[in-house]
């Protein structure tokens, strides 16, 4: 790998991290769509159908309405507490950028990644993801990247297709 430029940075994912990478995934596309149509309907019902209808008919539409405003993101949250206290994720994780590709770091580990292996680059609020496969990503926090991260957007526009890349 290169050592010409290199942009490093010391990676800690908090729950909040995993939390929202979590969200991302489980409201994007069609699904998120769904989820939001979901429970416009459910609220619709119960405020405009409500007086109409029995006791368990609108607690039933109730737990439709915070099926996905409450209870997902709550369950995603549990998910992300549990993911984060394992041995793996308490360890910081080293990522180094340069010309050459992406060296990842942890522990006695190593990983080193050519920009060919980079599948694409998404960013969603409050953090970066390095996809390099369909189930595979590295994230990067902003609390992580700080004030190099048009720095890093400038190297990853550069070494990736503008398909791969998206909008950094």
């Known amino acids: 790998m290169s050592q010409e430029k290199e942009i490093r940075f010391c990676i800690r994912i908090a729950v909040r991290d995993l939390w929202r990478f979590s969200m991302y995934h489980a409201n994007k596309g069609y699904l998120g769509f769904f989820n939001v149509l979901f429970t416009l309907a459910a609220l619709f019902l119960l405020f405009f159908q409500g007086e109409q209808m029995n006791l368990t008919q609108r607690f039933l539409l109730v737990v439709c309405a915070l099926l996905f405003t409450v209870w997902q993101p709550m369950l995603l949250w549990i998910k992300a507490g549990r993911q984060a206290a394992q041995k793996g ?80």
């Open 89 to 168: 994720m308490k360890e910081p994780v080293n990522m180094i950028f340069s010309d050459g590709g992406i060296r990842v770091e942890q522990g006695e580990e190593s990983l080193e990644l050519a920009w060919e292996d980079v599948r694409r680059v998404k960013r969603i609020p409050g953090e970066l993801i390095i996809y390099t496969d369909r189930i595979h990503a590295y994230l990067l926090p902003d609390a992580s990247v700080g004030d190099r991260r048009e720095e890093l957007a400038e190297l990853l526009r550069a070494k990736l297709p503008k398909e791969k890349c998206g909008r950094l």
